[in-house]
């Protein structure tokens, strides 16, 4: 099936440091959206972006749908313990069922203190 | 209020056997979907109803995966003869509308079933 690629798979950063991470698809999304999941927990939705070129804030998360509908990124700025988790990208397509998202193989975020 | 919620949270089964698991999606959520999250993996669509009616059922692995939601509301998924290779968690999601268009609308993630199959 249709997969995007993220990366990267894990980061082992210092506290305060800024983080980025991408996610390419060989196809064009419409809809791009980043997740977070804590262990044992369900994904939570961080940022949702809708037009290709759009620059959306949320706090200290920013991501950008790609120009080019096949890619998105996310950057993280100043991390801090909280951080910690594991940040999937996902992608609505505009030739699948409306609702189907695709999800990134995720990248593992570590901090050390 | 209640977010998403799914029972049980953890479930062991031996190979061969039947398993039930249940999601109550966020009270007044139109859309519920179903994924598959494998091991280190991110999470892979299953299936998608609007109220009770099942609009997509592509992502089901086999016709051993079978889900309902008789009512518009509570939703099950069901494996039968289930295999090791079933093991995943099982996340549920809702959503308040479906949009069909270019924008979406968010869906809230259940903690999710983890099933180990022995």
């Known amino acids: 099936g249709q997969q995007l690629n993220q990366s990267p798979q894990s980061m082992f950063i210092q506290e305060g440091e800024d983080v980025s991470m991408n996610c390419t698809s060989s196809s064009i999304f419409n809809t791009w959206l980043w997740y977070k999941q804590d262990p044992g927990e369900g994904p939570v939705l961080l940022i949702a972006?809708?037009?290709?070129?759009e620059l959306t804030s949320n706090g200290r998360l920013t991501a950008q749908f790609g120009i080019t509908r096949k890619d998105s990124f996310l950057n993280i700025s100043a991390s801090i313990p909280s951080d910690v988790g594991i940040y999937f990208c996902a992608g609505l397509t505009p030739f699948q069922g409306a609702q189907k998202l695709v999800f990134g193989q995720g990248t593992r975020l570590t901090i050390n203190p | 209020g209640a977010g998403v919620s799914q029972s049980p949270r953890y479930k062991v089964a031996k190979r061969g056997q039947d398993v039930a698991l249940r999601c109550d999606p966020i009270s007044g959520h139109v859309s519920l979907f179903w994924y598959q999250q494998a091991l280190g993996q991110g999470p892979e669509f299953l299936t998608y109803f609007q109220n009770e009616a099942q609009l997509d059922k592509s992502g089901l692995p086999s016709d051993r995966f079978f889900a309902e939601r008789p009512e518009g509301s509570v939703s099950t998924l069901k494996i039968q003869r289930t295999q090791q290779e079933d093991s995943a968690v099982y996340l549920c999601?809702?959503?308040?509308?479906?949009?069909?268009?270019?924008?979406?609308?968010?869906?809230?993630f259940g903690p999710g079933t983890r099933l180990t199959v022995l």
């Open positions: 972006l809708y037009k290709a070129g």
């Open positions: 999601a809702s959503s308040l509308f479906s949009s069909g268009g270019a924008f979406t609308d968010t869906q809230y």
